[in-house]
């Protein structure tokens, strides 16, 4: 991985409108921002979303929204902030869900920036803490709503599996990001062993958790209890089968209600790990489910945790559901870094 550099006094001093991006393998989402004022630590000054699939790579898109908001308006930009799941290997991201590769100096290269710098996209959501009142959130664990002090978990199934923890300090936070979604899935009943088995037979030694838990895995666990029921799988879309599961349809019902089952044990899996007195589930695929999870084994698996189940009882979920978290959590990440010459910084460019 690339070491992470230090953002000098001068980089510091110059901290002011400039480009964040939150790229997954579905969309980007791109914000003009500079510091915010009064509660918020970043201001939004336009926000456009774009369809990967429609770009060639990430720098079109780049451009496409540069000529749109900065062109001819005076507004200089020379630093773009990318949030993005993986890590930085040598210059390039690290990411099995991309439509296209990443490589920062070529991207600095190829749109005249001064700086393209890198942070893992839920480091990026831990740090959108202006995104994180709870009025602005909905619960999903009722009759739990206060959390202690502590760290604060931040998930949530997209194209993958994303996390990353909050943890306060003396000098403010630190976030640890993760790689939670390459973690081997763990069965939580027999009806999933039989699904984990039946994707090994497929030739996989390593079944990653996000094969199930994010928006492609619902589809994969569509497939497995399809086959599992000696069923034709006719549907191929996350929102195809969250339709059916509405209407009815009794596989597709199953696969929506397996998915909230094991996204709670992840979560709990993941508080008992890390010490987490609070989750948040930043948006991905959930909006789209939450008015299963109240009838779902969610909290349930959550909390099946032995004897750890006393302390998961006091840990709040809530939903968050804002396009802007992302674009937030990376420009909140550099302010807070570009203030802090000595502070960790991003991973670089060339």
Known sequence: ????????????????????????????????????????????????????????????????????????????????????????????????????????????????????????????????????APDDSTLLTPGVRDAAPGPTLVIGPGTGLGAAIRIPSGRGTVVLPTEAGHTAFAPGNAREADMLRLVQQRGHTHVPTEHFVSGPGLVNLYDSLCTLSGAQPSLRAPAAITEAARRGEAIAREAVLTFCALLGSVIGDLVVISGAKSVFIAGGILPQLKDFVPDSPFHARMLDKGVMRPVLETVPVRLIENERLGVIGAASWYLEHARDAHGDAARPIA
């Open 1 to 132: 991985m690339s070491a992470a550099p230090r953002l000098t006094p001068a980089a510091s001093a110059e901290a002011g409108t400039f480009i964040a991006a939150d790229v997954g393998g579905t969309h980007t989402r791109v914000g003009l921002v500079r510091p915010g004022q009064g509660g918020d630590t970043v201001a939004v000054l336009a926000h456009r979303k774009y369809v990967c699939a429609d770009y060639p790579s990430l720098a079109p898109i780049l451009s496409a929204f540069l000529a749109e908001f900065t062109a001819g308006n005076g507004i200089g930009v020379e630093r773009v902030v990318i949030a993005c799941a993986g890590v930085v290997l040598e210059d390039r991201v690290v990411n099995s869900n991309l439509p296209w590769p990443i490589s920062l100096s070529e991207l600095r290269r190829e749109l005249g920036l001064r700086e393209v710098l890198f942070i893992n996209d839920f480091q990026a959501n831990a740090n959108a803490a202006q995104c994180m």
